[in-house]
């Protein structure tokens, strides 16, 4: 089991940037891909980007070019920096890692403003 810890978030306007992180403890030894998934309101849960533990990268083609996940595996610490923010990236943020099984994160809001 490993257990997750997200920060960052909160409201930003159009434009602007914002930072995420989440922070895995627990059997982190069995930790392949962590990513970041997002839910809007009445929207299904969508894959916004992941990284493998070579640091093989994934995006939404949404968020290509604004986003950048990345990885700190001494720190077990995925991240991701959000840039040019847009109102339809407004949504809760869940950190997911792979560790065998599925692990989440409690989720963060976060709130793009026009």
């Known amino acids: 089991q ?3 810890v997200e920060s960052g ?4 306007q159009t434009g602007g940037s914002l930072s995420l992180s989440c922070v895995a403890s627990g059997s982190i ?5 962590m990513g970041w998934y997002r839910q809007a309101p009445g929207k299904q849960r969508e894959l916004v ?7 093989r990268t994934t995006y939404v083609d949404s968020v290509k070019g604004r986003f ?4 700190d595996n ?4 995925v991240y991701l920096q959000m840039t040019n923010m847009k109102p ?5 943020y869940y950190c997911y890692v792979r560790a065998g099984d599925e692990n ?7 709130t793009v403003s026009s």
């Open 29 to 33: 030894y069995r930790i392949d891909v």
């Open 68 to 71: 950048t996940i990345s990885r």
């Open 49 to 55: 980007a992941s990284i493998t533990r070579g640091s």
């Open 2 to 4: 490993v257990q997750l």
């Open 88 to 92: 339809e990236d407004t949504a809760v």
């Open 9 to 12: 978030g909160g409201l930003v």
């Open 74 to 77: 001494v720190k077990n610490t």
């Open 104 to 110: 989440w994160g409690q989720g963060t809001q976060v």
